[in-house]
């Protein structure tokens, strides 16, 4: 009898497809990815070289493979990827695009056709753009990401307290200042000039996989480059999958990912959103002996109430849970009844939610 592969089994996790986008993207089970990177060509419409002050020429994006006959036909592509990316991505799935000021207002177009529900526009900030050297614009310096779920009311991933945490504990903005690939990040080819001329800063990445995907998801880049997406996908320990069709590209990526070593399974923990923690009703606490009916819990000014045998709390004219009590007292709607109320042990004030805790650690530290 033949075993039926799982999806998971019949996907080229970890690889690099050559070939076209669509056409590979077609080639995969539906259904079967987290999220998706897309950094799609900018169809730059440039006219002619660009040169520095000095003279030197700007080695700017002129690849045919940015090259479209028109708008019509550049709509067309973004609207053909797009089906098929959204065909891949699980119900929850997600999808995040980058572009410049050429292409991202006609992606986000097509997103929204496509039925994507946009969840933000977040600019990266450049801290090292490069200069107008013609001084007729401003100094492009910022590129625009579109983060957007497959539908309207999908369960998406969003790592909000790890976020916060890269951000020294403070709510991470939509507006990301990141430096551009310079120095040593920058991929060089034989002839010692740029590998890809978009290649990507990999704490671009990092931010963006550390904020919406989990350790084991799979990541899926359609225009896989010089392989930033994977590199960091690896060391967060993320599964990809790359598409390339350019040789020279799959070439340099394929060289940086076996370089790339993934971080040890400790490092690959992030801080979880508190709503993401089970939940603990005090009364488990008073079943479990950690609080003894009978004892006293006090708040900040010293007003006292009793702890129940079902885990309410008595005070002089009120009653009701932990959180009732404390909004009865403040003369609050509500009240977070945890960080409220505390309780005396060996002489020192304690709040009531280390007990919460203590239960969490030992429903997640279980072992398997």
Known sequence: M?????????????????????????????????L????????LQLKGELHRPDNSRVDAVDDEWDQFASFATYDQFTRQWLKAAQRLLKPNGAIWVIGSYHNIFRVGAALQDAGYWI??????????????????????AHETMIWASKSEGAKYTFNYEALKALNEGIQMRSDWVLPICNGGERLKDGNGDKAHPTQKPEALLHRVLVGSTNPGDVVLDP??????????????????????REAAYRE????RLSKVRRFDRDALQVSASKRAEPRVPFGQVVERGLLRPGEMLMNARGQMVKVRADGTLIGDDVKGSIHQVGAHLEGAPSCNGWTYWHFKRDGKTVPIDVLRQQIRSEMTDRPN
Do not use: H, Q
């Open 36 to 43: 998706i990177f897309a950094d799609p060509p900018y169809n």
């Open 2 to 34: 033949t075993k039926t592969k799982t999806r998971a089994e019949s996907l080229p996790l970890n690889t690099i497809l050559a070939g076209d986008c669509i056409e590979m993207m077609n080639s995969l089970p539906a259904e079967s990815v987290d």
């Open 119 to 140: 969840l933000n526009d977040v600019v990266w900030r450049k801290s090292n753009p490069m200069p107008n050297f013609r001084g007729k614009r401003f100094t492009n």
């Open 223 to 244: 225009f896989f480059g010089t392989g930033t997406t994977g590199a960091v996908a690896k060391m967060l320990g993320r599964d990809f999958i790359g598409i390339e």
């Open 252 to 255: 340099v990526a394929e060289k």
